[in-house]
């Protein structure tokens, strides 16, 4: 056992012995004034709770339902709250401090049960992988200071898993560093020029008005005659096999 695990057995034992206590008490009042008797009923009521606790416990460290077993033992923890009140409260049931404290210590042992096995539970479930870790933290002072880089921040570090602060921040500036690269890149691009369409320029209008007249002239020879190169002939009148478009030229 190690010194975690001993120095939080200590408050289960503590509680479940003064439980003990005072159900015995009620049974020495209420079954026939006999110690043995009265300490064997305040053992067995508690072993009761204890056992479906455990039983909750294990189901729940085997992936298995535990729900059942749990309210189980907060029931008979309850009944347990109840018996010690009735037995330490005042004349018509009426509260005092010691009923109110035994009541209190029996009802809230099933939840000390409960607290541990759910602590020892993520600690399994954490080492196979199944939960996910704590959120990333940051400094008060960051999320006053920079309240909107350090919400993206924390955004995309929950999503990903992040749990560092410092990886974190390192992401999100990454990521608007390229954002800013890119944007740059696209402002200091040259302008794509613009295309105009067939025929619109004087030199266009040239073009198709020889290749009208020469229907069967080659783009070669239609750039010879209006001092057109031949890219440019090919721009404004597409061709097929080296021959311009009959459409092209009619049109």
Do not use: C
């Not at 042992?109 to 992988?129: Q, Y």
């Not at 067939?198 to 750039?223: D, L, M, Q, Y």
Request: hydrophobic fraction near 50%; aromatic fraction near 8%.
């Amino acid at each position: 056992m190690t010194p975690r695990t001993a120095a939080l057995a200590v408050p289960l034992i503590l509680v479940n012995s003064a439980a003990i206590y005072g159900q015995q008490g009620w049974a020495y009042d209420h079954l026939g004034h006999q110690r043995p008797l009265a300490l064997m009923f305040a053992v067995a009521i508690e072993s009761i709770g204890i056992y479906l606790a455990a039983e909750a416990h294990a189901a729940l460290m085997a992936g298995d339902a535990s729900i059942r077993l749990r309210l189980g033992s907060y029931a008979i923890g309850a009944l347990v709250g109840v018996l010690n009140y009735a037995h330490f409260s005042s004349a018509g049931y009426m509260p005092n401090p010691l009923a109110l404290t035994f009541g209190l210590l029996s009802s809230i042992s099933p939840w000390l049960w409960a607290i541990r096995s759910r602590s020892l539970n993520r600690d399994r479930l954490r080492e196979l992988g199944l939960i996910d870790p704590r959120a990333v933290r940051f400094a008060v002072i960051r999320w006053v200071m920079f309240p909107v880089p350090t919400f993206r921040a924390f955004r995309r570090a929950v999503w990903l898993g992040i749990t560092q602060p410092a990886e974190a921040v390192a992401l999100v500036d990454v990521k608007f560093a390229v954002k800013k690269a890119t944007s740059a890149q696209v402002d200091g691009a040259e302008p794509v020029p613009v295309v105009k369409k067939v025929g619109e320029t004087a030199k266009g209008r040239e073009i198709v008005k020889v290749a009208r007249r020469n229907p069967t002239a080659s783009k070669a020879e239609i750039a010879a005659k209006t001092g057109a190169s031949v890219s440019t002939v090919e721009r404004h009148l597409p061709a097929v096999n080296g021959k311009p478009v009959a459409s092209e030229l009619t049109s």
